[in-house]
């Protein structure tokens, strides 16, 4: 919002708390939606970099999921991509396929 409480379209009249309760705002569905484009876009713009297997944080820590978290996080997403994730990570490792 501008100082005068009306609506901005610039980029630069709003702060990182405004964006953040933004982001916030949106569902669960509609955050993993903009992560998929955002990565979709990465990998247009950077195709090699999806064969990059090790990977060095430029700052800060980097959080990993564990296998029951990512499946805890693509149940709640519910989109049906992610079901089928999570119907591939619950198979046995011996049936599953390798990637």
Do not use: Y
Not at 19 to 32: E, G, N, P, Y
Not at 44 to 66: A, C, E, F, M, Y
């Amino acid at each position: 919002m501008v100082m005068d409480g009306s609506i901005g379209h610039s980029r630069q009249e709003e702060s990182m708390e405004e964006k953040t309760r933004w982001f916030l705002s949106l569902s669960i569905k509609d955050r993993i939606e903009m992560l998929c484009s955002l990565t979709d876009i990465a990998l247009t713009i950077t195709p090699g970099i999806q064969d990059h297997r090790n990977v060095k944080s430029i700052t800060g820590r980097v959080q990993i999921l564990s296998k029951e978290d990512l499946i805890a996080s693509k149940k709640a997403a519910g989109r049906e991509i992610d079901l089928s994730d999570v119907h591939l990570l619950e198979l046995p490792i011996e049936d599953a396929e390798p990637l």
